[in-house]
């Protein structure tokens, strides 16, 4: 093993005789994020592992054991302030691909006994455990969610803008006990937040509130007085999706080719996606997606024998959409359409049926049959509609709520025939063509 990385910053390590490696997390990691531990071998290939470090965004830090003036007017880490360590120091935006992000404290309690001075019937040294304690407080628009404990009444800004009022969330506590004279004991207190994100919120505004103390278990008089506390800057949480795949085209529908040597197929479709935010006073979301798909076919077949009359034409149109509705008013918006026409002329080679037909046109009692009808189905003909570069990502959210998305690099679509691809699956060329190729157009510029 050459180097070892936390993300993509090396990290100094140890070979252990055991065949593991102990690293140490380097300087410059962004404050609560999680990244992936990974080694180099000595020939520059990664050498992936399951383990993450999640880089604190705070840390605590008592002292004990401390002289207690048994009269109560003094105290070492209540009057000048020694004793303890206290910090929270979250990023102002964090991005994690998994709507589990779980935060974290980094805690110590550093027993000092040897550094101090024998009791005298005036002081006691007390101080043998630390308890170190977290929990968030969460900008809520709509009061004390399911998840919450009590609302504070104090005012924030959630990332959207609109006011809110911080609400705390579940606390976390850890006690350190002391390891012996002069030995540092370290610990951890683990914050998880996954409760606040679901399929409707995928980013939160939170701020860290952390305290701690130094207690004793043999006397708890002094532990009021032996205590810290702070509260973060807000910082924002956002879960994103995670890039999955990206495809050259996906079907995006299909156009029959009518089986008539006079009938014509017109295909038009509209396909919008968009995301709004309100920024008035509302505090709803909208996301929509609406597709509207109209089918006119047009028939004119050689049966008007049988019939009144020897045309028609059939009209189908659909409107299908769906997502939550919002209140009108001052919204921003980005969005994506797609839309196109597509249409097929009548094609006389036709041979509908079995690929018997009159040997006339007004008399039947003879047939004649096309050794080649195979060749001239219908189906040959049909079109697949794709729509270029579609990328597929996924949002993890945990419990069934797993949320796939889908869309296309470039609003644009490609065409093929049945015949084109039956063609590319047997890698022959079409009138000199790759039939494997595709072009399509996007903003007049034309690719491949």
């Not at 969005?335 to 094609?347: E, H, P």
Request: charged share 10%; with cysteine; glycine share 10%.
């Amino acid at each position: 093993m050459s180097s070892v990385l936390f993300g993509n910053l090396p990290a100094g390590f140890t070979l252990n005789k055991d065949g593991t490696i102990t690293a140490y997390a380097p300087m410059g990691g962004q404050a609560g994020s999680t990244v992936p531990v990974t080694g180099l071998d000595n020939s520059g290939n990664y050498v992936p592992t399951s383990a993450f470090y999640w880089y604190p965004m705070g840390e605590m830090d008592v002292t004990g054991p401390l002289p207690f003036f048994l009269n109560g007017i003094q105290t070492q880490i209540g009057n000048n302030g020694t004793g303890h360590d206290i910090s929270a120091y979250p990023a102002q935006q964090l991005l994690y691909p998994v709507a589990k992000p779980v935060f974290h404290v980094s805690v110590s309690l550093n027993d000092d006994t040897p550094s101090q001075p024998t009791p005298q019937p005036s002081f006691a040294l007390l101080g043998n455990q630390g308890t170190f304690g977290a929990n968030l407080q969460m900008c809520s628009l709509t009061g004390v969610p399911a998840f919450g404990i009590s609302d504070t009444g104090q005012p924030c800004t959630n990332w959207d803008n609109n006011t809110g009022t911080w609400v705390n969330l579940p606390p976390t506590q850890v006690t350190l006990s002391s390891s012996g004279p002069g030995q540092v004991t370290y610990g951890d207190v683990a914050v998880d937040s996954s409760a606040a994100f679901d399929q409707q919120n995928y980013a939160r505004v939170f701020r860290l509130v952390i305290g701690g103390s130094l207690i004793d278990t043999n006397n708890g008089v002094a532990d009021t007085d032996r205590g810290m506390g702070q509260t973060s800057s807000a910082f924002t949480v956002v879960i994103t999706p995670e890039a999955w795949m990206q495809l050259d085209v996906v079907p995006y529908t299909i156009m029959y080719r009518p089986p008539g040597d006079q009938s014509t197929v017109k295909f038009t479709t509209g396909a919008a996606y968009a995301t709004n935010f309100s920024l008035s006073d509302s505090t709803q979301t909208t996301n929509t997606n609406t597709t509207t798909t109209s089918d006119p076919f047009n028939f004119k077949e050689v049966v008007g024998i049988f019939t009144a009359g020897d045309s028609g034409s059939l009209d189908q149109s659909v409107l299908s959409g769906f997502g939550n509705s919002t209140q009108s008013g001052s919204t921003s918006s980005s969005s994506m359409a797609i839309s196109g026409t597509w249409s097929k002329l009548a094609d006389v080679s036709l041979i509908p049926g079995s690929g018997d037909t009159c040997a006339a046109p007004t008399d039947c009692s003879q047939v004649k049959h096309d050794a080649n009808i195979y060749t001239q189905e219908p189906f040959w003909d049909d079109l697949f509609i794709l729509l270029v570069h579609a990328q597929f990502a996924v949002y993890v959210l945990g419990g069934g709520q797993d949320r796939y998305v889908m869309y296309g690099a470039v609003p644009v679509t490609a065409n093929i025939t049945v015949t084109e691809l039956a063609a590319c699956a047997k890698g022959q060329a079409l009138h000199g063509q790759n039939p494997c190729e595709i072009d399509y157009t996007d903003s007049g510029c034309r690719l491949r």
